[in-house]
């Protein structure tokens, strides 16, 4: 992907697109829609080309969201990546400008990311002290695990072409270096994990009607003992669907789908009913 492509993407979904989000350290690092971000500024103009969106975004950073979708040569990367490793497979752009330009101070994700960067420049510092161990989406809270301490362990200036591996819960922390325009992209993977396992199951579970009824009242509601026998009965229906011998095929055919349907989103060629 080149520039051009990104953007054209950017103005091919106009500006008020759920997909673009603007990203400052100096509004918490929250996301707001890059629309909503420049009606606020003064003397504000709509901005008809990259070079023009940079100037109104020093110091921070515009993301598009799950790009694969606009670009074809992103999509047809991604498709390509998912043969191998048949796993959910996302991709974002992040387009900076400004020195220290940086939509977030040192953070972890909980997903193992590939960042390509295709123009301009951008430092990366790495932390792989206090490493979070396999963290997920909200475990831990990212709120609860101290921030490490500087010096990073290693920094790493990316350069156009550089590719970069961080592995989930590595903490991270990129930022610009001059006043040029960064564009890279951060491709996620999520690989099956034990917990998708219980994904399955309660999708699984949840097309039972049974299941998705109320617990039968009694005597006893109010002390608890009155749940104890509905509530072995649902453990142990449960404990017969996981010992199904069917049940790792179906657990492994509704992960690939899940994964399938993060690749395939908003392909033209492609329906949901083709997979």
């Known amino acids: 992907m ?63 969201v799950a790009i694969e979708s606009a670009v074809p040569s992103v999509r047809a990367w991604c498709k390509s990546l998912f043969n191998d490793l048949r796993s959910q497979l996302s991709v974002n752009a992040y387009f900076s400008a400004g020195r220290d330009a940086s939509a977030f101070d040192a953070h972890f994700d909980p997903q193992d990311t590939f960042i390509l960067q295709l123009e301009g420049e951008k430092e990366w510092r790495l932390w792989e002290r206090d490493r979070v161990l396999n963290p997920i989406s909200g475990y831990p809270d990212p709120r609860s695990v101290p921030a490490p301490a ?26 610009s270096l001059s006043d040029e325009p960064s564009l890279h992209l951060t491709l996620t993977v999520v690989m099956p994990r034990p917990v998708d396992v219980m994904t399955w199951l309660i999708a699984e579970l949840s097309s039972e009607p049974g299941f998705r009824a109320a617990l039968p009242l009694s005597p006893h509601q109010q002390d608890g003992f009155g749940l104890k026998a509905p509530i072995n009965a649902v453990l142990t229906h449960i404990s017969n669907k996981i010992a199904s011998p069917v049940a790792s095929t179906m657990a492994m055919a509704y992960m690939l789908r899940d994964a399938t349907r993060t690749v395939m989103r908003d392909d033209p060629e492609t329906d949901d009913k083709d997979f």
């Open 2 to 64: 080149r520039l051009e492509d990104f953007e054209r993407a950017i103005f091919d979904a106009r500006l008020s697109s759920p997909n673009l989000r603007f990203l400052d350290k100096s509004i918490g690092g929250r996301a707001e829609s890059l629309d909503h971000f420049l009606r606020k500024k003064v003397a504000w103009t709509e901005p008809q080309s990259a070079d023009q969106l940079a100037r109104e975004l020093r110091k921070g950073t515009l993301v598009y």
């Open 150 to 175: 500087l010096p990073a362990d290693e920094t790493v200036l990316m350069t156009p072409g550089d590719l970069l591996y961080v592995p989930r819960g590595m903490w991270h922390w990129p930022r």
